[in-house]
């Protein structure tokens, strides 16, 4: 593995661990629906980048196919991105209603 690419894993597993650490510790201050919606997001981000970085090493959970390409690596990056849409969503519902 060259030195580029292990800065580059050590780099996103720490930030992501971070974020994750401090999205869980907001989730138990919060109730806000929106604020949940976006902490889920963060949190499946970080899933996405373990499962990324676990397939860089060859261990990869191909169980389930979509066409030609394992059924995780479809699903966490959409799953992320309607995460975030939702709870876009709802703080605009809830600003609008507030006018």
Known sequence: MEQGQLLLIMSQLGLGAIATFLAIMLWSRTR???????????????????????ETFGMSLNLLLIGSVPAVSFVLPLLRMVFFITAFLVMIIKQSRLK
């Open 32 to 54: 806000d629906a929106a604020w949940m919606l976006i902490i889920i997001g963060a949190i499946v981000a970080y899933i996405e980048i373990v499962y990324d970085i676990l």
